[in-house]
Protein backbone atom coordinates (compact mmCIF):
# COMPACT_ATOMS: atom_id res chain seq x y z
CA UNK A 1 0.00 0.00 0.00
CA UNK A 2 2.56 2.22 0.85
CA UNK A 3 4.80 1.56 -2.01
CA UNK A 4 1.56 2.32 -4.57
CA UNK A 5 1.69 5.80 -2.40
CA UNK A 6 5.03 6.42 -3.18
CA UNK A 7 3.91 5.91 -6.99
CA UNK A 8 0.34 7.89 -6.93
CA UNK A 9 3.16 10.95 -5.59
CA UNK A 10 5.54 10.63 -8.19
CA UNK A 11 3.05 10.06 -11.19
CA UNK A 12 1.67 13.23 -9.33
CA UNK A 13 5.11 15.83 -9.36
CA UNK A 14 5.62 13.66 -12.80
CA UNK A 15 2.51 15.86 -14.29
CA UNK A 16 3.06 19.24 -11.78
CA UNK A 17 6.64 19.38 -13.51
CA UNK A 18 5.10 18.09 -17.02
CA UNK A 19 2.85 21.17 -17.36
CA UNK A 20 5.50 23.47 -15.81
CA UNK A 21 7.98 22.76 -18.43
CA UNK A 22 5.71 22.82 -20.88
CA UNK A 23 6.10 26.28 -20.51
CA UNK A 24 8.33 28.94 -22.27
CA UNK A 25 11.05 29.44 -19.90
CA UNK A 26 11.98 32.44 -21.47
CA UNK A 27 9.20 33.64 -23.82
CA UNK A 28 10.54 36.36 -26.59
CA UNK A 29 8.88 37.52 -29.71
CA UNK A 30 11.85 35.81 -31.52
CA UNK A 31 10.25 32.33 -30.65
CA UNK A 32 7.67 33.44 -32.76
CA UNK A 33 7.87 32.49 -37.11
CA UNK A 34 8.70 35.50 -39.25
CA UNK A 35 6.03 35.95 -41.06
CA UNK A 36 6.48 40.16 -42.23
CA UNK A 37 8.17 41.63 -45.03
CA UNK A 38 10.31 44.93 -44.31
CA UNK A 39 8.97 47.78 -46.63
CA UNK A 40 10.31 51.41 -47.65
CA UNK A 41 8.05 54.23 -47.48
CA UNK A 42 7.64 57.75 -48.64
CA UNK A 43 5.20 60.32 -47.99
CA UNK A 44 4.31 63.94 -47.53
CA UNK A 45 2.41 66.45 -45.86
CA UNK A 46 1.47 69.97 -45.74
CA UNK A 47 -0.78 72.18 -43.57
CA UNK A 48 -2.63 75.88 -42.94
CA UNK A 49 -3.92 77.47 -40.02
CA UNK A 50 -5.65 80.53 -39.52
CA UNK A 51 -6.66 81.95 -36.46
CA UNK A 52 -8.42 85.12 -34.98
CA UNK A 53 -6.28 85.46 -31.79
CA UNK A 54 -3.28 86.64 -30.92
CA UNK A 55 -2.26 82.70 -31.17
CA UNK A 56 -3.24 80.01 -32.65
CA UNK A 57 -5.57 77.96 -30.09
CA UNK A 58 -3.26 75.39 -27.65
CA UNK A 59 -4.21 72.37 -28.93
CA UNK A 60 -3.35 73.06 -32.81
CA UNK A 61 0.58 73.55 -32.17
CA UNK A 62 1.52 71.58 -28.52
CA UNK A 63 2.45 67.97 -29.18
CA UNK A 64 3.45 68.69 -32.31
CA UNK A 65 7.58 67.94 -31.98
CA UNK A 66 7.05 72.04 -32.48
CA UNK A 67 6.32 71.13 -36.21
CA UNK A 68 3.06 73.56 -35.60
CA UNK A 69 3.47 77.32 -34.96
CA UNK A 70 2.31 79.29 -32.01
CA UNK A 71 1.75 82.18 -34.29
CA UNK A 72 -2.37 82.90 -35.48
CA UNK A 73 -1.79 82.76 -39.38
CA UNK A 74 1.06 79.33 -40.09
CA UNK A 75 1.84 76.69 -42.38
CA UNK A 76 4.21 73.59 -42.33
CA UNK A 77 5.35 70.88 -44.63
CA UNK A 78 7.18 67.93 -44.29
CA UNK A 79 8.17 64.97 -46.56
CA UNK A 80 9.92 61.85 -45.57
CA UNK A 81 11.20 58.21 -46.47
CA UNK A 82 11.41 55.72 -43.91
CA UNK A 83 11.47 51.86 -42.95
CA UNK A 84 9.68 51.56 -40.16
CA UNK A 85 10.06 48.54 -37.42
CA UNK A 86 7.94 45.13 -39.25
CA UNK A 87 10.00 42.28 -37.74
CA UNK A 88 9.56 41.66 -34.16
CA UNK A 89 10.06 37.46 -34.77
CA UNK A 90 13.63 38.24 -36.37
CA UNK A 91 16.76 38.09 -33.57
CA UNK A 92 17.67 41.13 -35.53
CA UNK A 93 15.29 44.43 -37.13
CA UNK A 94 15.97 47.82 -37.95
CA UNK A 95 14.20 51.11 -39.08
CA UNK A 96 15.08 54.61 -40.06
CA UNK A 97 13.89 57.96 -41.45
CA UNK A 98 14.81 60.86 -43.29
CA UNK A 99 12.11 63.66 -42.81
CA UNK A 100 12.83 67.13 -43.89
CA UNK A 101 10.24 69.36 -42.40
CA UNK A 102 9.84 73.62 -43.24
CA UNK A 103 7.57 75.67 -40.84
CA UNK A 104 6.89 79.37 -41.67
CA UNK A 105 4.75 82.15 -40.27
CA UNK A 106 4.40 85.79 -40.31
CA UNK A 107 7.43 86.03 -38.67
CA UNK A 108 10.29 83.52 -39.94
CA UNK A 109 10.24 80.59 -41.84
CA UNK A 110 12.31 77.45 -40.97
CA UNK A 111 13.52 74.48 -42.18
CA UNK A 112 14.69 71.49 -39.84
CA UNK A 113 14.81 67.78 -39.97
CA UNK A 114 11.57 66.36 -38.13
CA UNK A 115 13.46 63.01 -37.94
CA UNK A 116 17.02 61.54 -38.73
CA UNK A 117 17.90 58.60 -37.10
CA UNK A 118 19.11 54.87 -37.78
CA UNK A 119 17.72 51.97 -34.88
CA UNK A 120 18.54 48.94 -34.49
CA UNK A 121 17.29 46.17 -32.87
CA UNK A 122 20.04 43.08 -31.91
CA UNK A 123 18.35 40.49 -30.15
CA UNK A 124 16.94 42.05 -27.17
CA UNK A 125 19.01 45.29 -27.23
CA UNK A 126 18.54 48.90 -29.27
CA UNK A 127 20.71 51.26 -30.36
CA UNK A 128 19.36 54.52 -31.77
CA UNK A 129 21.31 57.48 -33.42
CA UNK A 130 19.98 61.08 -34.68
CA UNK A 131 17.00 62.63 -34.03
CA UNK A 132 14.08 61.00 -33.19
CA UNK A 133 10.51 61.81 -31.23
CA UNK A 134 10.50 60.80 -27.64
CA UNK A 135 7.91 59.96 -25.12
CA UNK A 136 7.59 58.19 -21.80
CA UNK A 137 4.29 57.13 -20.06
CA UNK A 138 1.50 54.74 -20.70
CA UNK A 139 -1.02 56.86 -22.52
CA UNK A 140 -1.57 56.69 -25.98
CA UNK A 141 0.63 59.71 -27.38
CA UNK A 142 -2.67 61.13 -29.54
CA UNK A 143 -4.84 61.04 -27.12
CA UNK A 144 -3.08 62.42 -23.48
CA UNK A 145 -1.78 65.66 -22.72
CA UNK A 146 1.34 64.11 -22.18
CA UNK A 147 4.22 62.58 -20.33
CA UNK A 148 4.99 64.82 -17.26
CA UNK A 149 9.37 64.44 -18.22
CA UNK A 150 9.07 63.69 -21.85
CA UNK A 151 5.93 64.58 -24.32
CA UNK A 152 5.90 65.45 -27.74
CA UNK A 153 5.78 69.20 -27.40
CA UNK A 154 8.94 70.36 -28.30
CA UNK A 155 11.24 69.88 -31.50
CA UNK A 156 13.37 66.49 -30.51
CA UNK A 157 17.40 66.57 -29.56
CA UNK A 158 19.76 64.69 -31.37
CA UNK A 159 21.12 61.91 -29.69
CA UNK A 160 22.46 58.40 -29.20
CA UNK A 161 20.69 55.64 -26.88
CA UNK A 162 20.87 51.79 -26.01
CA UNK A 163 19.14 49.72 -23.75
CA UNK A 164 15.72 47.62 -24.31
CA UNK A 165 13.38 49.79 -25.20
CA UNK A 166 10.29 47.34 -24.71
CA UNK A 167 8.94 45.07 -22.43
CA UNK A 168 11.16 42.12 -22.38
CA UNK A 169 10.90 38.67 -20.46
CA UNK A 170 13.16 37.93 -17.57
CA UNK A 171 14.92 34.65 -18.26
CA UNK A 172 13.74 31.88 -16.02
CA UNK A 173 10.40 33.29 -15.06
CA UNK A 174 8.37 32.33 -18.11
CA UNK A 175 7.17 35.70 -18.96
CA UNK A 176 5.61 36.83 -15.63
CA UNK A 177 8.29 39.26 -14.89
CA UNK A 178 9.38 42.31 -18.00
CA UNK A 179 11.89 44.36 -17.57
CA UNK A 180 13.22 47.09 -19.90
CA UNK A 181 16.23 49.87 -19.51
CA UNK A 182 18.41 52.30 -21.18
CA UNK A 183 20.61 55.30 -21.16
CA UNK A 184 20.43 58.25 -23.50
CA UNK A 185 23.53 61.04 -24.21
CA UNK A 186 21.79 63.92 -26.39
CA UNK A 187 22.86 67.37 -27.39
CA UNK A 188 20.72 70.69 -27.01
CA UNK A 189 21.46 72.42 -30.03
CA UNK A 190 19.10 75.37 -29.43
CA UNK A 191 19.57 79.21 -29.24
CA UNK A 192 17.99 78.50 -25.95
CA UNK A 193 17.12 81.76 -24.38
CA UNK A 194 15.62 84.92 -24.98
CA UNK A 195 18.39 86.75 -23.25
CA UNK A 196 21.84 86.36 -24.41
CA UNK A 197 23.33 87.94 -21.74
CA UNK A 198 22.32 84.71 -19.31
CA UNK A 199 22.28 82.32 -22.67
CA UNK A 200 23.72 78.27 -22.08
CA UNK A 201 25.26 77.25 -25.15
CA UNK A 202 26.52 73.16 -25.99
CA UNK A 203 24.75 72.35 -23.33
CA UNK A 204 24.23 68.16 -23.06
CA UNK A 205 21.36 65.81 -22.52
CA UNK A 206 21.28 62.92 -20.05
CA UNK A 207 18.91 60.48 -19.69
CA UNK A 208 18.53 56.65 -17.88
CA UNK A 209 15.46 54.84 -17.01
CA UNK A 210 14.16 51.43 -15.67
CA UNK A 211 11.53 49.77 -15.44
CA UNK A 212 9.48 46.37 -14.51
CA UNK A 213 5.83 45.04 -15.17
CA UNK A 214 4.64 41.86 -13.37
CA UNK A 215 1.64 39.37 -14.93
CA UNK A 216 2.89 38.62 -17.92
CA UNK A 217 -0.26 36.68 -20.12
CA UNK A 218 -2.57 37.24 -17.09
CA UNK A 219 -5.75 40.01 -17.63
CA UNK A 220 -3.79 42.36 -15.21
CA UNK A 221 -0.78 43.75 -15.12
CA UNK A 222 1.51 46.28 -12.86
CA UNK A 223 4.38 48.23 -14.52
CA UNK A 224 6.38 50.36 -12.61
CA UNK A 225 9.08 52.96 -14.61
CA UNK A 226 11.80 55.60 -12.79
CA UNK A 227 13.34 57.93 -15.53
CA UNK A 228 15.89 60.60 -14.81
CA UNK A 229 17.43 63.42 -16.82
CA UNK A 230 19.82 66.27 -16.52
CA UNK A 231 20.83 69.30 -18.60
CA UNK A 232 24.52 69.60 -17.76
CA UNK A 233 27.85 71.09 -19.62
CA UNK A 234 27.51 73.28 -22.13
CA UNK A 235 28.65 77.05 -21.66
CA UNK A 236 27.09 79.63 -19.46
CA UNK A 237 26.98 83.46 -20.63
CA UNK A 238 27.45 84.21 -16.65
CA UNK A 239 29.19 81.62 -14.92
CA UNK A 240 31.42 80.46 -17.86
CA UNK A 241 32.48 76.57 -18.65
CA UNK A 242 29.74 74.32 -16.14
CA UNK A 243 31.61 71.16 -16.58
CA UNK A 244 32.16 68.97 -19.80
CA UNK A 245 34.72 66.40 -19.01
CA UNK A 246 34.20 62.66 -18.01
CA UNK A 247 34.21 63.33 -14.49
CA UNK A 248 31.28 65.70 -14.62
CA UNK A 249 29.20 63.22 -16.63
CA UNK A 250 30.24 60.72 -13.69
CA UNK A 251 29.07 63.58 -11.34
CA UNK A 252 25.56 63.48 -13.16
CA UNK A 253 25.20 59.99 -13.77
CA UNK A 254 24.80 59.68 -9.97
CA UNK A 255 23.70 63.43 -8.76
CA UNK A 256 27.01 64.02 -7.06
CA UNK A 257 28.03 67.42 -6.26
CA UNK A 258 30.41 69.36 -8.57
CA UNK A 259 31.21 72.16 -11.07
CA UNK A 260 32.78 75.01 -11.32
CA UNK A 261 30.00 76.87 -9.72
CA UNK A 262 29.03 77.32 -6.35
CA UNK A 263 25.36 75.95 -6.62
CA UNK A 264 26.58 73.08 -8.63
CA UNK A 265 28.94 72.37 -5.69
CA UNK A 266 26.33 72.81 -2.92
CA UNK A 267 23.61 70.46 -4.30
CA UNK A 268 24.61 68.51 -7.86
CA UNK A 269 26.16 69.09 -11.08
CA UNK A 270 23.93 70.40 -13.55
CA UNK A 271 20.45 70.51 -13.73
CA UNK A 272 18.35 67.38 -12.64
CA UNK A 273 14.92 66.38 -13.03
CA UNK A 274 12.95 62.83 -12.86
CA UNK A 275 9.88 61.13 -13.61
CA UNK A 276 8.17 58.17 -11.98
CA UNK A 277 4.91 56.23 -13.33
CA UNK A 278 2.83 53.17 -11.43
CA UNK A 279 0.62 51.52 -14.00
CA UNK A 280 -2.22 48.96 -13.81
CA UNK A 281 -3.31 46.94 -17.40
CA UNK A 282 -6.03 45.41 -17.61
CA UNK A 283 -7.48 43.39 -20.81
CA UNK A 284 -10.35 41.02 -21.30
CA UNK A 285 -11.84 40.13 -24.32
CA UNK A 286 -11.11 42.70 -26.85
CA UNK A 287 -11.39 45.40 -23.95
CA UNK A 288 -7.98 47.14 -22.80
CA UNK A 289 -7.69 49.52 -19.89
CA UNK A 290 -4.73 51.98 -18.59
CA UNK A 291 -4.19 53.39 -15.55
CA UNK A 292 -1.26 55.13 -14.45
CA UNK A 293 0.00 58.22 -12.04
CA UNK A 294 3.05 59.45 -12.72
CA UNK A 295 4.63 62.18 -10.06
CA UNK A 296 8.20 64.19 -10.83
CA UNK A 297 10.93 65.42 -9.00
CA UNK A 298 13.42 68.42 -9.56
CA UNK A 299 16.01 67.84 -7.41
CA UNK A 300 18.27 65.56 -5.79
CA UNK A 301 16.54 64.93 -2.13
CA UNK A 302 13.24 64.53 -3.92
CA UNK A 303 14.49 61.80 -6.29
CA UNK A 304 16.00 59.33 -3.72
CA UNK A 305 14.08 60.80 0.10
CA UNK A 306 11.29 63.41 -0.48
CA UNK A 307 8.98 61.98 -2.73
CA UNK A 308 6.26 61.84 -0.36
CA UNK A 309 7.07 65.86 0.15
CA UNK A 310 5.41 66.29 -3.60
CA UNK A 311 2.97 63.51 -3.58
CA UNK A 312 0.54 65.89 -4.11
CA UNK A 313 1.29 66.68 -7.37
CA UNK A 314 1.37 64.98 -10.55
CA UNK A 315 -0.64 62.73 -13.03
CA UNK A 316 -3.40 60.70 -12.79
CA UNK A 317 -5.06 59.10 -15.81
CA UNK A 318 -7.08 56.10 -16.98
CA UNK A 319 -7.62 55.54 -20.68
CA UNK A 320 -9.75 52.49 -22.28
CA UNK A 321 -9.95 51.38 -25.69
CA UNK A 322 -11.81 48.39 -27.43
CA UNK A 323 -11.82 46.50 -30.71
CA UNK A 324 -15.64 45.86 -30.62
CA UNK A 325 -17.16 48.86 -32.10
CA UNK A 326 -15.35 51.27 -33.77
CA UNK A 327 -17.43 54.77 -33.41
CA UNK A 328 -15.64 55.45 -29.96
CA UNK A 329 -12.67 52.85 -30.38
CA UNK A 330 -10.50 54.97 -27.15
CA UNK A 331 -11.37 57.55 -24.67
CA UNK A 332 -8.80 59.06 -22.18
CA UNK A 333 -9.60 60.98 -18.63
CA UNK A 334 -6.14 62.81 -17.16
CA UNK A 335 -6.07 64.87 -14.22
CA UNK A 336 -2.90 67.44 -13.58
CA UNK A 337 -1.54 68.88 -10.79
CA UNK A 338 2.01 70.80 -9.67
CA UNK A 339 0.47 73.35 -6.87
CA UNK A 340 1.80 71.78 -4.17
CA UNK A 341 5.61 71.75 -5.26
CA UNK A 342 6.59 70.53 -1.94
CA UNK A 343 5.14 73.63 -0.07
CA UNK A 344 5.53 77.75 -0.41
CA UNK A 345 9.06 77.54 0.83
CA UNK A 346 12.78 76.22 0.33
CA UNK A 347 14.31 77.38 3.31
CA UNK A 348 12.55 80.36 5.93
CA UNK A 349 13.54 81.42 9.24
CA UNK A 350 17.07 79.49 8.99
CA UNK A 351 14.71 75.98 8.53
CA UNK A 352 14.80 74.22 5.22
CA UNK A 353 11.52 72.97 4.37
CA UNK A 354 12.61 72.02 0.62
CA UNK A 355 9.65 73.35 -1.33
CA UNK A 356 9.43 75.79 -4.62
CA UNK A 357 10.63 73.06 -6.58
CA UNK A 358 9.50 75.22 -8.91
CA UNK A 359 9.36 72.37 -12.16
CA UNK A 360 11.61 72.90 -15.03
CA UNK A 361 13.22 75.81 -13.77
CA UNK A 362 16.88 76.08 -13.10
CA UNK A 363 19.40 78.99 -11.87
CA UNK A 364 22.19 78.28 -13.90
CA UNK A 365 20.45 76.76 -17.28
CA UNK A 366 18.29 79.99 -17.77
CA UNK A 367 15.60 78.00 -20.05
CA UNK A 368 14.90 75.41 -18.38
CA UNK A 369 13.45 72.45 -19.35
CA UNK A 370 12.89 73.27 -22.79
CA UNK A 371 14.07 72.87 -26.33
CA UNK A 372 13.77 75.74 -28.96
CA UNK A 373 11.75 77.63 -26.45
CA UNK A 374 9.17 74.59 -25.91
CA UNK A 375 8.94 72.67 -23.03
CA UNK A 376 10.34 69.06 -23.13
CA UNK A 377 7.58 68.07 -20.81
CA UNK A 378 3.67 68.35 -20.34
CA UNK A 379 3.00 71.37 -22.55
CA UNK A 380 0.62 72.84 -19.89
CA UNK A 381 4.14 73.59 -17.32
CA UNK A 382 6.58 76.05 -18.75
CA UNK A 383 9.44 77.61 -16.35
CA UNK A 384 7.27 81.15 -16.05
CA UNK A 385 3.71 78.97 -15.17
CA UNK A 386 4.42 75.68 -13.71
CA UNK A 387 1.78 75.74 -10.76
CA UNK A 388 -1.41 74.53 -12.85
CA UNK A 389 -4.12 72.29 -12.43
CA UNK A 390 -5.74 70.73 -15.34
CA UNK A 391 -8.63 68.29 -16.32
CA UNK A 392 -8.50 66.77 -19.65
CA UNK A 393 -10.72 64.46 -21.56
CA UNK A 394 -9.35 62.90 -25.48
CA UNK A 395 -12.23 60.94 -27.55
CA UNK A 396 -11.38 59.23 -31.27
CA UNK A 397 -12.99 56.92 -33.22
CA UNK A 398 -14.12 55.56 -36.79
CA UNK A 399 -17.38 56.73 -38.21
CA UNK A 400 -17.81 55.44 -42.13
CA UNK A 401 -14.22 55.73 -42.81
CA UNK A 402 -14.04 59.45 -41.20
CA UNK A 403 -11.03 59.05 -38.56
CA UNK A 404 -11.99 61.89 -35.49
CA UNK A 405 -10.08 62.43 -32.75
CA UNK A 406 -11.70 65.25 -29.89
CA UNK A 407 -9.19 66.43 -27.37
CA UNK A 408 -10.63 68.81 -24.37
CA UNK A 409 -9.67 70.50 -21.25
CA UNK A 410 -9.79 72.87 -18.82
CA UNK A 411 -6.39 74.40 -16.86
CA UNK A 412 -6.43 76.66 -13.82
CA UNK A 413 -2.93 78.38 -13.63
CA UNK A 414 -0.90 80.00 -10.79
CA UNK A 415 2.23 81.07 -12.55
CA UNK A 416 5.02 80.03 -9.91
CA UNK A 417 5.39 80.92 -6.10
CA UNK A 418 7.98 83.77 -7.21
CA UNK A 419 5.69 84.86 -9.80
CA UNK A 420 2.26 84.59 -9.01
CA UNK A 421 0.02 84.64 -12.08
CA UNK A 422 -3.89 83.23 -12.06
CA UNK A 423 -5.55 82.26 -15.24
CA UNK A 424 -7.34 80.23 -16.83
CA UNK A 425 -7.73 78.50 -20.08
CA UNK A 426 -10.41 76.09 -21.85
CA UNK A 427 -9.28 74.41 -24.66
CA UNK A 428 -10.94 72.30 -26.94
CA UNK A 429 -9.86 70.42 -30.96
CA UNK A 430 -11.70 68.30 -33.31
CA UNK A 431 -10.46 66.56 -36.03
CA UNK A 432 -11.48 64.77 -38.75
CA UNK A 433 -9.47 63.01 -41.46
CA UNK A 434 -10.84 61.14 -44.22
CA UNK A 435 -8.81 58.87 -46.36
CA UNK A 436 -9.88 58.94 -50.25
CA UNK A 437 -8.83 56.69 -52.69
CA UNK A 438 -9.70 58.10 -55.83
CA UNK A 439 -8.00 61.29 -55.26
CA UNK A 440 -4.67 58.85 -55.59
CA UNK A 441 -4.97 58.12 -52.13
CA UNK A 442 -3.98 61.07 -50.22
CA UNK A 443 -5.51 61.63 -47.02
CA UNK A 444 -7.19 65.01 -45.97
CA UNK A 445 -7.83 66.50 -42.57
CA UNK A 446 -10.05 69.26 -41.20
CA UNK A 447 -9.66 70.80 -37.41
CA UNK A 448 -11.83 73.32 -36.09
CA UNK A 449 -9.94 74.49 -32.12
CA UNK A 450 -10.55 77.05 -29.65
CA UNK A 451 -9.35 78.81 -26.69
CA UNK A 452 -11.40 80.53 -24.11
CA UNK A 453 -9.94 82.48 -21.10
CA UNK A 454 -7.50 84.35 -19.48
CA UNK A 455 -4.11 82.51 -20.11
CA UNK A 456 -4.13 82.54 -24.12
CA UNK A 457 -6.83 85.40 -24.73
CA UNK A 458 -9.71 84.01 -26.77
CA UNK A 459 -9.27 82.34 -30.02
CA UNK A 460 -11.01 80.48 -32.98
CA UNK A 461 -9.12 78.47 -35.94
CA UNK A 462 -9.39 76.25 -38.49
CA UNK A 463 -6.53 73.83 -39.74
CA UNK A 464 -6.74 72.21 -43.04
CA UNK A 465 -4.23 69.18 -43.80
CA UNK A 466 -3.65 66.51 -46.95
CA UNK A 467 -1.22 64.03 -46.09
CA UNK A 468 -0.07 60.76 -48.66
CA UNK A 469 2.05 57.93 -47.84
CA UNK A 470 2.53 55.23 -50.13
CA UNK A 471 5.32 51.87 -49.76
CA UNK A 472 8.53 52.12 -52.29
CA UNK A 473 8.20 49.00 -54.31
CA UNK A 474 11.75 47.75 -53.56
CA UNK A 475 12.14 44.63 -51.31
CA UNK A 476 14.29 45.09 -48.49
CA UNK A 477 15.31 41.88 -47.17
CA UNK A 478 14.11 37.81 -48.48
CA UNK A 479 12.47 35.51 -45.46
Same mark, same amino acid.
Given at each position: ????????????????????????????????????? @???????????????????? /?? %????????????? /??????????? &???????? +???????????? !??????? *? +????????????????????????? *?????????????????? &? =? %??? #?????????????????????? *???????????????????????????????????????????????????????????????????????? #???????????? %??????????????????????????????????? @??????????????? $??????????? /????????? %????? &???????????? +???????????????? $??? !??????????? =????????? !???????? +? *?????????????????????????????????????????????????????? &?????????????????????????
Amino acid at each position: MRDKSYILILLFFLCISHSIFAWDFWPLPMDEPDTAQ @SKLEYGFEASAIASSGKYSP /FW %LHVNTNGHISSQP /FSGSIAAWVQK &QPTRPAKW +YDYDFAVDLAGR !FDCKKQT *G +YFRRLYAHLRLYIFDITAGILPFTA *GSAAPQLSTGGLLFSNNA &Q =P %LPR #ISIGINRYTAFPGLYGYLEIKG *GITHGWFVDKNSLDPTTEVTNAFLHHKFAGARIGGKLPVNIAYEFHHAAQWGGKSAIYGDLGNSLKSFKNVF #ILNAGGNNLNDQ %LNAEGNHIGWQELAVNIKYKGWYADLYWQTIFEDK @SAAFIGMGMNVADGL $WGISIRQDHWK /FINAITYEF %LNTTS &QSGPYHDKDGII +YGGRDTYFNNLIYRQG $WTH !FHRTIGSPFLS =PQNNRVRTH !FIGIKGDI +Y *GYNYRLLSSYTRSWGTYAQPNKTDNTAIMLSVTKKIEKAWGMEFGLTMAADIGS &QFGNSFAGMITIRKQDIIPVRLDKK
